[in-house]
């Protein structure tokens, strides 16, 4: 294992050097819970400063010397080199004397400073007060803060720097670096869970687990197991629990069990108590103003609580919060007391295990899901836990266990109707984990025949899904019959593809209108069919794409995307890398194509792993790395070959290749292809996505016919905006291009835009059309504001950022005056961007500026 990193503070630690740096220094005090990094940030700080050439003064606060005089300020006294002084006193105003002399050479550095005594808190009230020593101080948020640091404070001598937690990204970099390797998700959830992001309890928590033997590398990254913390991180906490009175200590406890815990679980005579424990920073609030919770504030309270409890008095506080759990009817919270009660000697019935494991399964947490559902049937196996078990299994990648357990399923069917489930679980195990479809296609069209009508209908939307993956058209031909809000799991799978099949045909008023009529289904059947939701969701997303709506497209991936532990979160990763990468952000497509690579390794539902991975070979093939494009290309299993999305997305890599080898015509040549077999399999949206490289690569009329095809085939507003684009650019009309444009961007395809623009501006140069060239050039420039790349070479004659934003607002007819304003500029400066914004444009007042911004 590598050394423990260095927690990443930037924003922090720049923002207190900006304070102590200033022209006018400021003092900081840095503030947060107990092991969230001041300490280490103040030590990063003050080896800055000293590199800076400032005289560090470090002083510690510590809570044995509180009530001892000087006690912080003793080891600084005693460093001084002040020997000739023998009293102590004469110490302290010698060093006063000194620092006060220098204010600008010394910086204080107080860790702990509400814990300093009472004379060394004066002796730095005096330094800054009087003489304007900069100081850093810190300080836990759970210290009340009094005497002359409040002071300070009070005096607004002192800037306060709030230290959070670190985020999940930051976590989860910390870990990666110490292990050398990503961790598995659940394994990220867990420890950042249990950390709250706060590093000192990371750290000792992969520590615990490393001494544990609780870290072992697996298929998806280390798996770390959450190990009991050492003896002396619970120490300090041990205390305070120890000094709570009984009924305040009891509370907390039954909080620590089933955290958080619904306001309403605690009763009217416990309403003091929960005050209590809140102001000593023992509980703090959560959930939200219409479901308020209480949590314990540290994670290291849930340990000091409930380790040291006999089995016996831990059943019976795990007895009393379920029986305050239950009656609120809440699903959740049933689950919570559920899983509660399963530690415990209390009998539960099966079908209150079979419930909560069905539960955790669509809730996306496997392994309870599968535990439970081993519990469950601890003698005689049943179907219900059995496909439960198998189904968890499969989501947690113990594929070979999960095929075997499946069998077993299939095998405890009682009708058709059971059968007809456990295999379409079966075929999604077989088609997104381990990649074989065409297995899942035989197999399951051969037990078809033998099944009633009701069985039928659950298997057949699913076959067809999966028959497109293999390239098997004739499943567009077979579609399922129209969602009935009384036909059960089958009305589910039949709405889920009736969505699918019109996002696939670029309909989005066909989608929306089975997106709708199979919502509430899936919510009715969410543990029959747990991923439906998220399949909607998609499909959803990608009927926002087809009528050219990218910014709520956008907007919707992202909110979903917030979960990173849901089973979703590959889904979402490659989505918005889609977006990216047509908005010609590349960088940034470049990194969620990474993730969802990554991610969908883990947890794929929908097939999409080998699209990802050409997505991700397509990014880098147009950042110029041919080789990574290539690999990446071979790692695409051939099981996936024949699905229309992976047709697709490799086609726009391997086009993107020959360009490079400026064989653009074969590019556009292998576009073609790959667009025929796309609309052979009913992909019209993304085909007409793919044509937009063969645009893009000079080549519009190899896309004309095709584009022309899919505007009859699908109504789609996105793809007739790229069909009138197409012959715009054909026919080199560039008047036309500057008007459709940046409807164009809109719709989602900037980059496709932006190209065309480019091109067209070489089209008004050697029409010696300077005028036209000039305006199609800032237009592309304009729409390429955010892009990786901007189009064209870097010219004198760009407008900055700043400028487009005044050279906007001049045009808006906004005074030189009401522009300093709004951007904190001085009338002089906003009027000598003009004069710059003038020259570069080649107008010759706001009349002109205006005409030529109305252009654009």
Known sequence: MARW???????????????????????????GPSGVGKTTLGAHIAQILRADGRTVVPVIGLAELVDVPLGALAPVLASAGRHDLESVSDRVQALVGVVGEN?????????????LDTVSASVLYQLVRVFGVTALLTARDSHDVDGPIARLLHENLIDIVDLEGLSLEHSQSILQQYLGGTLRPESLRDMFEAS????????????????????????FGFEVSVATLPRHMRATIADRIHQLAPVDRRLAQLIAIAQPIPRTAITAEEADALSFLTSEGITEDAGTEARPLVRLAHPLFAEALTIDLAQAERTELVKEIVGRLLPTGDQ???????????????????????WAASYAHAAGDHAIAASLAERAQPNERRFAPELVLASALSALAESERSSVVFESAIALASDDNDRAIALARWGQHMVYRLSRPADAVDRVTCEL???????????????????????DASALTEVADPVSA????????????????????????????????????????RFEAPFAGSLLDLSEFLALVASAEIGPARDFAAKRRLDRFADSAGVWSYALAIVRLHDGRLCDARALATLAVEQLKWRDFTGLLGTAVALHATVDAQLGEPETARELLSEISPEHAGDAKVILQRAECEAWLLAAEGRTADAAAVIVA????????????????????????????????????????????????????????????????CELAPALATAGVAALAVDGLREGARVAAKADRRELERKVTLLARRLAADMDRVPG???????????????????????????????GLSVRTVDNHLARIYRKLGVKGRVELEEVLADL
């Open 332 to 354: 959740q919270l049933r689950f919570t007391a559920t899983v509660l009660l399963t530690t415990t000697d209390a009998v539960l019935s099966d079908n209150d295990l079979d």
């Open 793 to 823: 070479e870097a010219s004198p004659d760009e407008l900055t950022e700043r400028e487009w934003t005044i050279a906007r607002a001049a045009a808006g007819r906004q005074r030189s005056r009401e522009i300093g304003q709004q951007l």
């Open 196 to 219: 709250r992001g706060n590093p000192l309890m990371l750290r000792e928590l992969i520590f615990a687990a490393g001494r544990a033997g609780g870290i072992r590398s697996g298929d």
């Open 449 to 471: 025949a033998r099944m009633d009508a009701r069985g039928q209908v659950v298997l057949r939307p699913e076959l067809a899904k999966w028959q497109l993956m293999t390239g």
């Open 103 to 115: 204010p600008h050479k010394f910086v204080l550095i107080i860790d702990d400073a509400p814990l």
């Open 674 to 737: 790959a667009v025929a077999e796309g609309i052979v399999l009913g992909h019209f949206l993304l085909s007409a996505l793919t044509l937009t490289v063969a645009i893009r690569l000079g080549h519009p009329n190899a896309a004309r016919e095709q584009l022309e095809l899919l505007t009859r085939l699908s109504p789609s507003p996105l793809v007739s905006r790229i069909r009138d684009w197409a012959e715009t650019v054909a026919e080199a009309d560039v008047a036309r291009l």
């Open 486 to 525: 009384d036909g059960g799991l089958g009305a589910v799978n039949a709405g889920l593809t009736a969505a699918m099949i019109a996002t696939m045909a670029g309909n989005p008023a066909d989608a929306f209108a089975a997106i709708a009529q199979t919502r509430p289904l899936a919510d009715a059947f």
């Open 5 to 31: 990193p260095v927690v990443p503070r930037e924003s922090e630690r720049d923002a207190v050097l900006a304070a102590l740096r200033g022209p006018r220094p400021r003092s900081v005090m840095l503030r």
